[in-house]
């Protein structure tokens, strides 16, 4: 596992947390934060997990 998809899951789960944060306290701005936080999350583990790919491919 590469490091950007483990930065990139961290990231996920804080946004998540962040959101359900948010709709229990009806605080719009944290949910808006946590849902950016999951996106750059998802891109970040995606960019990680094909800097993986063209490692292992490398390696073969």
């Known amino acids: ?16 947390m962040k959101q359900a944060a948010g709709k229990a306290t009806d605080n719009e701005r944290l949910q808006a934060e946590g849902d950016m936080d999951r996106a750059e999350g998802k891109i970040q583990k995606g960019v990680g997990s094909m800097k993986e790919g063209v490692r292992n491919a490398l390696k073969h």
């Not at 596992?1 to 998540?16: C, I, L, R, V």
């Open 1 to 16: 596992m590469h490091k950007d998809e483990m930065k990139g899951a961290a990231k996920d789960a804080k946004g998540s």
